[in-house]
Structures are given as C-alpha cells and as structure tokens.
C-alpha cells in the first residue's frame, strides 16, 4: 500500500502546495 502527503498554504481561496522552490507567506494556514 502506498501512501501520499500533500499539504497546501491556504491564502484566502486559493490553496499553494508547499514545495521548496514557492514561496509562501509567513503565517498562513496549513493544510
């Protein structure tokens, strides 16, 4: 069985999957 996390930064009504190279906004919402 395989298994899969993805998380996102939430910024109002748009979601950004976290990855090392975008850059997200300190204190946003994670999940």
Do not use: F, R, W, Y
């Not at 395989?2 to 999940?31: F, R, W």
């Amino acid at each position: 069985m395989s298994e899969c996390l993805i998380l996102g930064a939430v910024d109002g009504k748009d979601v950004v999957l976290l990855q090392p190279e975008t850059p997200v906004i300190n204190g946003l919402k994670i999940s």
